[in-house]
């Protein structure tokens, strides 16, 4: 049973660490164009995959691409209205900044 434990956790590792490089990419080649909504997303998947045994040293950079890119982002919307299914990068900002605070003290 242990073998098959370790087994999965290194496969879903590995899975994890490459999904998570590729958003990361992803966010780096949209920041560079400044495509917002594409930094938006893939910033998302980004956090989506997080790792299960280590931390990730990009955490700090992508969450002040994703603050930059939803400001810029926001205010490229027509009249500041956001459809409903657009409060979903708010609801992420959100949990970044509860995740930010905990991690400070």
Do not use: C, H
Not at 29 to 34: G, H, R
Not at 63 to 86: G, H, M, T
Request: aromatic residues 10%; hydrophobic residues 40%; charged residues 25%.
């Amino acid at each position: 049973m242990l073998i098959v434990t370790t087994g999965y956790i290194a496969l879903r590792e590995k899975t994890t660490f490459a999904e998570r490089e590729n958003a990361y990419q992803t966010i780096l080649a949209a920041k560079q164009v400044q495509n917002d909504e594409a930094a938006l997303k893939a910033s998302q998947q980004f956090f989506q995959n997080e790792p299960f045994l280590s931390k990730d040293e990009r955490m700090v950079q992508v969450i002040k691409i994703y603050e930059e890119s939803l400001v810029r982002w926001v205010f490229q919307q027509p009249e500041a209205q956001l459809k409903q299914a657009d409060m979903k990068y708010l609801q992420l900002y959100k949990e970044l900044q509860k995740t930010a605070t905990v991690q400070e003290k």
